[in-house]
């Protein structure tokens, strides 16, 4: 959709190509969970590439229980008014309105959550109708595919939010990057049935198959706790990381979210990685995704 | 003879450039450390966020800043001061264990190759780092090697980026269709700074300046603060390496 107003059709906001640049810019770089303006400074100072403004990180949803939601416009408007660098806000899944809302307040990009509650347990939010990218969580392929469909113009591997365990953010970027993988060797008359097991869009896995990569940005989220962490997430091969919890639940936040930010740089330089790794004190003190119920799993969110 | 054009890959939209140039029938050489620098004919300075690279190039933006702001008071209000007469110099701190890697070294080197002569070409967040002046964020470090004032995220949030049609005469035909993401501007040039394209007058902005370019060239420096390499109209690209090749 085209926002354009400037008393002319001469130019175009919110084009198709607009929204997926934003994430394009974002790539090598690191996403931080932010709860207030003070940790949005420390995160830009450290070199993040962006904010996520959020009331409460995912390790604290999961301690607390109850709905979790949108949060307080002036949290975000307070955050948007301190850093330089793009800010984005978490929506439940299927919450437009809460959608309407922060492209309204200026975010510069979504995050359609599955750490928030659910709203729609039917539906997402149709992201083509917003003038501002939307960044949203996959586990495999088939949903991936779904949500750059409904109009994302960025996806996250969803791991396993506020746990501090990178295994199931090792699991699905394996499983997406794995799958595109498959696809590119894939015989052209197997893509149909493909499409039709992985649930997946037929146009856009074609366009999988000939490119050998996702048609948008692809990072990696949910349980990256480490500067190694990062890195290995990297070396499998996605464009970037969020970390949530895994800074400000930590230590020291600030040092451990500059060693981060240069592991995700620097990401195949071992011996770099074992200088900024050293004395980062204690990390978050996590929660194995196998001690988890299966109902406190994050992931399983998104149709 | 093939061309090898460094693409500055700290962080950013490193691989639509090195895609770019590899179009173009040039080869594209991602650059991380100091000796990379090496086997270069030309280097590009991808969009991507300022402040990150500060960061990742200085190793501690604070310990570096406070010498670019004195620099950049003293000298904001001259804006044609030839180009040696600002000399930077950044150090890491040595008082964090995290800080001991001399990033700048990177920067540093990319900054005397430039005044040397070699060719670099920056987008976006590249022409920040080209500029000489930052306007009101003292919090951001550049090399300083154009005669040009530049203001970050001139147009505002990501919801006021745009594409438009521009007019850039240096091309054939000069109709080119940009990409801003939370561009900046360049609202000031020194005399020997040629500009090869202005902000159309029917794009609104927050607060007027005197001068709007948005694509300039300096020497051996070209910056444009719109993204080519989001397009698959390689022509600025192409113009870059006829720079090269000069």
């Not at chain 2, 001399?102 to 920056?122: D, F, H, M, Q, R």
């Not at chain 2, 902000?199 to 420096?221: G, H, S």
């Not at chain 2, 070209?222 to 870059?240: C, G, N």
Request: aromatic share 6%; hydrophobic share 40%; proline share 4%.
């Amino acid at each position: 959709m085209s926002l354009g107003n400037d008393n002319n059709n001469k130019v175009s906001k919110g084009s198709e190509v607009v929204k997926k640049a934003l994430p394009q810019m974002l790539k090598g770089g690191v996403i931080m969970d932010v709860v207030n303006a003070e940790q949005a400074k420390i995160a830009e100072e450290a070199g993040a590439v962006a904010v996520m403004a959020l009331e409460r990180v995912p390790a604290d949803i999961r301690a607390n229980g109850g709905v979790a939601r949108m949060s307080d416009p002036e949290l975000i408007s307070q955050i948007i008014s301190t850093v330089t660098i793009p800010v984005m806000a978490k929506v439940r899944i299927g919450h437009f309105v809460e959608a309407q809302i922060l492209e309204a307040l200026g975010v510069d990009c979504i995050d359609e959550s599955e750490v928030l509650t659910p709203a729609d347990e039917e539906y997402h939010i149709d992201k083509n109708k917003f003038g501002i990218p939307f960044v949203c969580g996959a586990r495999n392929l088939g949903e991936a595919l779904r949500r750059i469909g409904e109009g994302a113009s960025m996806i996250r591997t969803k791991g396993e939010a506020g746990t501090g365990d990178v295994v199931e953010a090792v699991r699905h970027a394996r499983t997406i990057l794995g799958e595109i993988k498959k696809l590119s060797v894939m015989p052209h008359e197997e893509l149909m049935s493909y499409a039709k097991l992985i649930n997946a869009p037929y146009e856009l896995l074609l366009q999988v198959a000939k490119d050998g990569r996702l048609p948008v940005v692809n990072f990696a989220a949910g349980g990256i706790a480490t500067p190694a962490d990062a890195a290995l997430l990297m070396q499998l091969g996605v464009d970037g990381v969020f970390v949530g919890s895994g800074i400000f639940k930590s230590a020291n936040p600030g040092k451990r979210a500059e060693a981060i930010v240069k592991a995700t740089t620097y990401f195949t330089d071992a011996g770099l990685l074992a200088t900024v790794s050293r004395n980062l004190g204690e990390p978050m003190s996590g929660l194995s995704v196998h001690s988890l119920d299966s109902k406190e799993k994050l992931a399983v969110r998104g149709w | 003879m093939s061309l090898v054009i460094g693409v500055l890959a700290l962080q950013g939209d490193v691989s639509e450039h090195c895609h770019a140039i590899q179009s173009c029938g040039s080869k594209a050489y991602p650059i991380k450390y100091e000796n990379d620098l090496d086997h270069i004919d030309g280097l590009i300075i991808p969009g991507g966020e300022s402040t990150t690279i500060a960061k990742l190039s200085y190793g501690s933006i604070n310990s570096a800043v406070s010498k670019v702001t004195k620099n950049n008071q003293t000298l904001e209000s001259k804006i044609s001061q030839s180009i040696t007469s600002t000399k930077i110099k950044a150090k890491p701190e040595q008082d964090n264990s995290n800080n001991t890697i001399p990033y700048s070294s990177l920067i540093n080197k990319i900054k005397t190759l430039g005044l040397s002569g070699l060719p670099i070409y920056g987008t976006c967040m590249g022409s920040i780092f080209l500029a000489k002046y930052i306007e009101n964020n003292l919090n951001q470090l550049s090399m300083q090697l154009m005669d040009i004032k530049i203001t970050r995220n001139a147009f505002g949030s990501q919801k006021h980026s745009f594409e438009t049609t521009l007019t850039i005469n240096c091309l054939n035909p000069p109709k080119y269709q940009a990409i801003f993401i939370r561009a900046p501007l360049i609202i000031a040039t020194g005399q020997n700074v040629e500009v090869l394209a202005y902000l159309p007058d029917y794009i609104n902005l927050n607060q007027d300046y005197p001068t709007k370019a948005i694509m300039v060239k300096e020497k051996n420096f070209l910056a444009s603060v719109f993204h080519p390499e989001l397009t698959k109209d390689y022509r600025i690209h192409e113009f870059f390496l006829d720079m090269v090749k000069k």
